[in-house]
């Protein structure tokens, strides 16, 4: 089975923190995905990576950056974590091929207090 | 660009009774659809999803869901549901080109209740 593992269940931080959220899968997936999940807002793209070194932007990128320095791994990071951050985070994989599903981890919940 | 919307954010029904949650997609390009399943303080499962070919497609625990290109529709229906259908459900979409993300909707509460 494929497996996409998040560091952190739960992380509570302080506002103005760095916070790094790390992921990890096992499947050689090109692609790595984070969303953040809100209520009624369902999920929303940060940012994507379709290869070692490469981003995109997704709809709402402001606050966050990412790192994908090896294929299995990529990090979501808060340069200085606020309030409104305080949300759920997914990561996900799947190949580079467009016809197959996301695999998910099972979220971080961050709260930034 | 894509989008999805999911018309109804939360749905309640009785056990044993059907369900049809509704998905509508903007894309100027082929897609590929999906439906993803959250139980509480879980992450996303897939249900099903649609490639290509016919386009009622079956998943998993009972649903299934039709394509329908002219009215740009993804609707998940199960006949019978059951006190554990209860989650959030989440239509998605990918479009037929590479380097491209899965684009959600903002989710549909099924709430089930004996």
């Known amino acids: 089975d494929v497996k996409v593992t998040q560091s952190s269940r739960y992380l509570v931080k302080r506002t103005g923190e760095k916070v790094f959220l790390e992921c990890v899968q096992d499947?050689?997936?090109?692609?790595m995905f984070w969303y953040r999940q809100d209520p009624g807002l369902g999920l929303r793209l940060i940012y994507f990576?379709?290869?070692?070194?490469?981003?995109e932007k997704g709809d709402i990128p402001e606050g966050y950056s990412v790192s994908r320095e090896k294929k299995e791994r990529f990090s979501l990071i808060l340069e200085s974590a606020s309030t409104n951050q305080t949300s759920m985070y997914l990561c996900?994989?799947?190949?580079?091929?467009?016809?197959?599903?996301?695999?998910f981890g099972q979220g971080t919940r961050l709260t930034v207090v | 660009a894509q989008s999805v919307t999911q018309l109804d954010s939360q749905v309640p029904v009785f056990e044993e009774a059907p369900v049809e949650l509704r998905c509508n997609y903007s894309?100027?390009?082929?897609?590929?659809l999906f439906w993803y399943v959250q139980y509480p303080n879980q992450g996303l499962q897939l249900l099903l999803k649609?490639?290509?070919?016919?386009?009622l497609v079956k998943g998993i625990n009972g649903f299934e869901a039709e394509f329908n290109k002219s009215q740009t529709s993804f609707h998940l229906r199960k006949p019978s549901v059951h006190i554990s259908d209860t989650a959030e459900y989440f239509c998605?979409?990918?479009?037929?080109?590479?380097?491209?993300?899965?684009?959600f909707g903002k989710g549909t509460t099924l709430s089930v209740s004996s």
């Open positions: 998605a979409v990918s479009e037929g080109q590479a380097g491209t993300a899965l684009i």
């Open positions: 649609y490639l290509s070919g016919s386009t």
């Open positions: 499947m050689d997936h090109e692609n």
């Open positions: 894309s100027s390009v082929s897609v590929y």
């Open positions: 990576s379709y290869d070692v070194k490469m981003k």
């Open positions: 996900a994989s799947r190949t580079g091929t467009v016809n197959t599903e996301a695999f």
